[in-house]
């Protein structure tokens, strides 16, 4: 499937500074010529962290108000019938402090009167000199909604009935439908008629002999609702255990009510929802790529979905934003980047964005951002979010410091990524047919990071399934459904957000065997072995001549044959092809990384706090701890299960080390304060 956001006129919000409003709003100002791009009645609002504080002390934080507290800013809601104000990012006490550092806390969604346009009341806030940015909530479409073309119940009984003959990794009934796992050059070949090429796949075969996938690793898919009860997903989808599952419920405390698996954000609720008519099971195909369980004997095998074995496979951490034909903006996006790192995740899977800045305005509309600068300028708060988790993901303690955010680079054909994903501190995917040329859809050229295995429809026409009664079906990727959508419960998908799980899932499968190897990293440094050419598998040999492919196949038959010339591609489909064996090499490789240490300690007194140290030490399950703390009327330890449970009794610190049964020592602090902020 292939999403796009469509770009709403951008709004000037040069600052000036004053102190009152003007009582009269009758000048004439031009609506927008997309008016239906953006959410009517509604705009994102940054103040200063002054007024910032002052709803705060009002409680507006924790709460929804129809007034700020603050004279001029109310004075306006007063002239546009504002009866609506609440912050946009909830209040989440374990990470308050970063939130106020990276002035999150500071933006406020502010809804009114629809007898005003948004060009209007945006440009009368960003008058106000108790304002630092103003924002749209922009909505996000799919640019295609062709459904997912499902795989017959039938052929997938007799696929499960020969998969014991096969020679296999796993033992998962579709494997050997699945060429962007493993190719070996004969999935398309007729007479002389060839699209398919040994290797021209993720390479995750080798990959496998390293890392199938930790469950400490998180993938939050921001995307349709996940089916979490399908049966090849459900063991690994992530579980929030500070929940008991009560929609009604914040238990944790994280400003969301019942979030068991990750969050709806389109309807704000805990509940994950993923049957709605218009649904495509886009989000359950993606999680399908990246984590559906390995090795038990039924459906597809994944790139990251474990061995088999109990909790291995890494997990998928659901950030619903799409939700049948509602549509959905960016408050939505930001509030789930953000989510996604306060909650854990290490990998931002995104398999939509802004149409091209290039991209023929004749199919696609109007254009995207055709810079970065213009992308900053235009997108102030999605900047931030997407910041946030950039570089709040992960811990300094943890496998990985700081999140990586993996973008599908677009369907438009266009010679340019589409933002976000082409921001220089993203990873941007182009999508490849089974023999290592671009899909006919794919975007390419600057912003693209790299490129991984997308589908091509319209190339294969030539296959036609008389199950499906489809011409190239076979031809993309084959993955998880919802069973409403498919009988079977699988079926293809192509695009590059069909390209975009595959490197999701290879970097949280670089990040498993980190954590095998107790080695940390920046996330800048993932980032650069990920595209590093000497890390991919080369491509651009295969830019020369032509391939003929038929437009519209999937809805108008084999005609209408189209050439694709190919040299314009050349070196321009990001640094290669992924390749998860390199990766995982270069992970392993001795000048990368550093080795993980167990971490200083900081809680305020009568507190606590627990720590796993197995994942501080190689084999560390297999070991057990002696803990030593010089002070013990400051701090103790104590074991619970198999962490290591850390408790303030005074302020003040203390040395401490610890040492494992195999002879490994190291040492550490403990600081124990009377307060301890937002904890």
């Not at 914040?250 to 994950?272: A, C, S």
């Not at 975009?500 to 650069?528: D, M, N, Q, W």
Request: hydrophobic share 35%.
């Amino acid at each position: 499937m292939r999403y796009s956001k469509i770009i709403a006129v951008l709004l000037c919000v040069t600052m000036t500074i004053t102190s009152c409003v003007t009582a009269d709003m009758t000048e004439v100002i031009k609506t927008p010529s997309q008016g239906d791009s953006y959410a009517s009645g509604e705009i994102l609002v940054k103040f200063t962290p002054d007024v910032a504080s002052l709803l705060e002390e009002s409680g507006i934080v924790r709460s929804t108000s129809t007034r700020s507290g603050v004279g001029s800013v109310d004075e306006l809601l007063d002239l546009v019938g504002g009866f609506e104000i609440s912050r946009v990012f909830p209040v989440d006490p374990r990470h308050e402090e970063r939130t106020v550092r990276d002035g999150l806390n500071c933006w406020y969604i502010v809804r009114y009167s629809n007898d005003y346009t948004v060009e209007e009341v945006s440009r009368r806030f960003a008058q106000l000199g108790e304002v630092q940015k103003v924002d749209v909530n922009r909505t996000i479409k799919r640019a295609n909604t062709r459904k997912a073309m499902p795989l017959s119940k039938a052929e997938y009984e007799r696929m499960q009935g020969t998969r014991a003959a096969s020679q296999q990794p796993f033992n998962d009934a579709l494997y050997e439908k699945q060429w962007n796992l493993e190719s070996n050059g004969s999935h398309f070949i007729k007479g002389d008629s060839i699209k398919s090429l040994a290797g021209a796949d993720v390479q995750v075969v080798e990959a496998w002999k390293k890392s199938t996938g930790d469950k400490s690793v998180v993938v939050a898919v921001l995307d349709e609702g996940i089916y979490v009860k399908h049966p090849d997903l459900e063991a690994n989808i992530w579980v929030n255990d500070d929940e008991n599952g009560s929609l009604d419920e914040d238990k944790d405390g994280n400003g969301y009510k019942g979030d068991k698996n990750g969050y709806n954000f389109v309807h704000d609720t805990g509940k994950i929802t993923w049957d709605d008519y218009y649904d495509s099971g886009h989000g359950t195909h993606v999680a399908g790529t990246i984590a559906a369980v390995n090795n038990n004997s039924i459906g597809v095998s994944s790139i990251a979905g474990g061995d088999g074995t109990p909790d291995s496979g890494v997990k998928i951490m659901v950030c619903q934003i799409f939700s049948g034909n509602v549509s959905t903006g960016l408050y939505n996006v930001v509030r789930a980047m953000k989510y996604a790192a306060d909650n854990g995740a290490v990998v931002l899977q995104c398999s939509w964005g802004y149409v091209s800045g290039v991209a023929n305005e004749y199919d696609w509309g109007e254009a995207g951002y055709a810079s970065e600068e213009a992308w900053i300028a235009g997108s102030p708060i999605e900047k931030e979010a997407l910041d946030y988790f950039i570089n709040n993901a992960g811990s300094p303690n943890g496998v990985v410091e700081g999140g990586i955010a993996v973008f599908a680079a677009g369907n438009e054909c266009a010679a340019m990524a589409g933002y976000p994903g082409a921001a220089e501190y993203c990873v941007s995917v182009a999508a490849t047919s089974a023999d290592f040329t671009p899909a006919t859809y794919t975007n390419y050229g600057p912003g693209t990071t790299v490129s991984a295995p997308g589908g091509d429809q319209d190339y294969y026409f030539n296959y036609y399934n008389p199950e499906t009664k489809a011409y190239g079906d076979v031809g993309c990727i084959l993955s998880t459904l919802p069973e409403h959508i498919s009988e079977s419960g699988y079926g293809y998908m192509e695009g590059t957000s069909m390209a975009c799980p595959h490197v999701s899932a290879v970097v949280a499968l670089g990040l498993s065997y980190a954590t095998k190897l107790r080695k940390h990293f920046k996330a800048e440094e993932i980032r650069e072995l990920l595209q590093a050419t000497e890390n991919v598998t080369p491509i651009d040999s295969y830019m020369k001549g032509y391939k003929e492919y038929r437009r519209y196949v999937a809805d108008m038959g084999p005609i209408q044959p189209m050439q694709l010339p190919l040299a314009p591609f050349k070196g321009q489909m990001g640094s290669g092809q992924v390749n998860a064996a390199k990766f995982l090499a270069a992970i392993g490789g001795e000048d990368v990384g550093v080795a993980m240490c167990f971490p200083n300690i900081t809680v305020k007194v009568g507190g606590g706090v627990a720590i796993a140290p197995a994942m501080y030490f190689v084999d560390g399950e297999n070991l057990t701890y002696t803990v030593t703390i010089a002070d013990t009327t400051i701090a103790t330890c104590e074991e619970s299960g198999d962490k290591l449970l850390f408790k303030g009794l005074k302020s003040g610190a203390t040395t401490a080390t610890i040492k494992t049964s195999n002879g490994k020592e190291q040492s550490f602090s403990i600081t124990i304060r009377k307060s301890n902020g937002w904890l």
